[in-house]
């Protein structure tokens, strides 16, 4: 052990000589030359691989994550059910301030009969293209849009203070940007409402 | 067997001897001579280093020559041998560059290239400035580095390059020479065209000279020569004695020729200088010689006993004379060598780690490539237990979606309560006035009234009335024209 010791110091010590009798500029340019094969090994080979690497380590952890994810869900289903029940009962309250994307015929029949129902009667109805609703980031909301249109209704006032008000306070979200009541006639009393609204559209998808 | 080959080489033939470690001790196995049809040697530089290359591996593969270590030998005046005395203090580089300037002044030797080796001898005071004796010996480049190459080719490892008067003195080391003795010995080399002479104290040497002579002369007029000899070995020992180390005496002279037919030379001189003693060399009892072998003694005492010399550095013994002219080319040699295996060694070494990090993020990537495919079959067949959870989550979030929605457009809507505000402008409406237009828009916050009075006094009060009733938070009547019996007015209330 000893003489192995002793052996290995002596090379140590000649390669130790032998750095110091190279000249300078041969062991920089040595030195430079190690590097840049090293270097292009790197660049040619290892470099792609690595790249390689990242991008099927990125994947595999991407899957893992969805993997954890999944068996977490599988694990809370339970509670999944739960929340998904009280969010059906959430929204049930919600949606009857909205029209259902396909209501809408139904809808507007409905209001057609609710003024008739109040001896009114319908003057005109157009309606504007549906319109997305913008939110604070100025996004569109992916379930809802808005309707607007503009009505007007030939009636009496009581009548027509009627509908306004059964408008109003009805469940579906009414929305009243503009009334104009004007008398056509003075006697017998015959007034012509118009109103420009909108109604809000719950939106079918996926 | 650890064995070496000697060579020496010469325009006709080249001498060949091969000694080995036996059980014997050291024993010759040849002595041999290989003889050049071609001359491929020109002034001691080997000219045609493939032809005489070829010629050495013939020899060595007809005798079943299985070593590969070899030392040539070389003479006069192809190769220099000196002592000089230096300043103590000087470095290896001063010693050389001291070296390199009594070359110079040989004209053989002027601005050629040499290999020189040199070895510091015993330090010595003179005048009181501490000296020491430098031996060294010099070549030119070119012939040592032709000899390096044309044994290269034959498939040898030329280990070392001697010097004829040192291999003697290895030759005759503790025979004739020996370490423990204080006795002052000149030694005479005689070869065909220089007298060699050296002067030993003990086994060391003390001083070296040569003369140039022709062997020839000793058939043609051998009185003469003889002469001639006594004259140089007289003038070597006088200058010895009187000027380089006063009081030592000569006590004896050891003649080495380099011929065998040339034996009784020393019987010649012996009668011309009776008052010292002289003798032939015999370094036979140095090695063991097998006596089946049908070895020429006479050959290998003469001819062949600087080969026997240079071939003794197997023995690997620490002696003052042990130089090698081969030392300065092999060490250079071996210094490229070096520098290339460094080289070698760092790029294989990077080459590993490129390697071994490649490797490593490959297996890693096939790994993680199975672990994919492993978990794609997984999510590519769900279980029912997946599905329905993934199902409720995206109707719970869908709902969580839609009722976030829903409370942001509620937040939005504002409800002006139209029909309130109407009907409380309605209720407010005096019995001599009459509304005719009522016009209420949410962009403003303005209900509008126009109608009709028979008298002001009860637009007026109307106006007092709705200010009075708190529903608004201004009232203003715009206009109001027309006769007194029926005048038309604008009234705006703000809506809170």
Not at chain 2, 444 to 449: A, I, M, S
Request: glycine share 4%; proline share 3%; aromatic share 8%.
């Amino acid at each position: 052990m000893y003489d192995k010791i002793k052996i290995l110091k002596e090379k140590i010590k000649g390669a130790q000589i032998l750095f110091k009798k190279i000249p300078k500029e041969k062991g920089i340019l040595g030195i430079v030359l190690v590097l840049l094969i090293g270097f292009l090994l790197y660049q040619s080979f290892i470099a792609i691989q690595i790249k390689k690497l990242k991008a099927i380590d990125f994947q595999f952890t991407s899957q893992k994550k969805l993997i954890d994810f999944y068996n977490q869900i599988i694990k809370d289903a339970n509670i999944l059910n739960n929340e998904l029940t009280e969010k059906e009962n959430d929204f049930a309250q919600i949606r009857q301030g909205f029209v259902d994307e396909e209501e809408l015929s139904n809808y507007f029949a409905d209001f057609r009969a609710l003024v008739k129902a109040y001896n009114l009667q319908v003057a005109s109805l157009d309606f504007q293209p549906q319109e997305n609703i913008i939110d604070s980031n100025r996004e569109p909301l992916t379930y809802y849009q808005r309707l607007k249109f503009s009505v007007s209704l030939k009636g009496d006032y009581f009548n027509l203070m009627s509908l306004l008000y059964k408008l109003e306070q009805g469940s579906s979200r009414f929305e009243i940007n503009s009334v104009r009541i004007k008398q056509k006639n003075a006697d017998p009393p015959d007034l012509i409402m118009d109103m420009e609204a909108a109604i809000y559209i719950l939106m079918k998808r996926g | 067997m650890e064995s070496i080959l000697g060579l020496e080489l010469a325009e006709d033939r080249i001498r060949v001897l091969e000694i080995g470690k036996t059980q014997n001790g050291l024993e010759l196995l040849r002595l041999d001579k290989i003889n050049l049809s071609a001359p491929g040697i020109k002034e001691g530089i080997i000219a045609g280093p493939k032809l005489i290359a070829e010629r050495i591996s013939a020899f060595l593969k007809e005798n079943n020559i299985s070593t590969r270590k070899a030392v040539a030998l070389i003479k006069p005046p192809h190769a220099f041998t000196r002592i000089i005395r230096l300043p103590y203090n000087l470095s290896d580089d001063q010693i050389r560059l001291n070296l390199e300037a009594e070359l110079n002044q040989y004209q053989q030797f002027t601005d050629k290239e040499m290999a020189i080796d040199f070895k510091k001898l015993e330090e010595i005071s003179e005048e009181g400035i501490k000296k020491v004796n430098v031996l060294f010996t010099a070549t030119f480049k070119a012939l040592s580095g032709s000899y390096l190459k044309t044994l290269e080719l034959a498939g040898l490892d030329l280990v070392g390059i001697d010097v004829s008067m040192l291999s003697i003195m290895r030759a005759l080391d503790e025979i004739d020479l020996k370490s423990s003795s204080l006795e002052v010995t000149l030694l005479m080399l005689i070869t065909q065209k220089y007298l060699e002479m050296c002067i030993l104290k003990g086994n060391r040497p003390r001083f070296l000279h040569s003369v140039e002579i022709d062997t020839d002369d000793l058939d043609r007029d051998r009185a003469d020569f003889i002469d001639r000899l006594v004259s140089a070995i007289k003038l070597m020992v006088n200058f010895y004695q009187a000027r380089f180390i006063q009081g030592e005496e000569i006590t004896r002279i050891i003649i080495n020729p380099w011929e065998a037919r040339y034996n009784q030379i020393h019987a010649l001189l012996q009668e011309k200088l009776p008052q010292i003693p002289i003798q032939l060399s015999n370094p036979l009892s140095k090695i063991y010689i097998d006596k089946d072998k049908s070895i020429d003694l006479d050959e290998l005492r003469f001819a062949f006993s600087g080969l026997l010399g240079a071939t003794l550095r197997l023995e690997d013994k620490a002696q003052p004379f042990n130089l090698n002219l081969l030392t300065e080319q092999k060490t250079q040699r071996e210094y490229r060598l070096n520098q290339i295996y460094l080289l070698f060694i760092s790029l294989t070494s990077i080459l590993t780690i490129a390697v071994i990090s490649l490797s490593w993020v490959v297996l890693k990537i096939n790994i993680l490539q199975k672990k994919i495919t492993r978990i794609d079959s997984l999510l590519g067949q769900p279980s029912p237990e997946l599905n329905k959870a993934v199902s409720l989550k995206e109707k719970r979030d869908i709902l969580q979606k839609q009722i976030k929605e829903a409370s942001l457009i509620t937040q939005q809507l504002k409800n002006p309560l139209y029909f309130q505000d109407i009907s409380k402008a309605m209720v407010l409406t005096p019995e001599d006035l009459w509304l005719t237009d009522i016009n209420l828009e949410e962009q403003n916050k303005n209900l509008v009234l126009t109608g009709e009075s028979n008298t002001e006094k009860a637009i007026f009060n109307y106006i007092s009335s709705l200010t009075g009733s708190g529903y608004f938070e201004a009232v203003e009547l715009i206009s109001s024209k027309g006769e007194a019996q029926s005048r038309k007015f604008i009234i705006r209330c703000t809506t809170k």
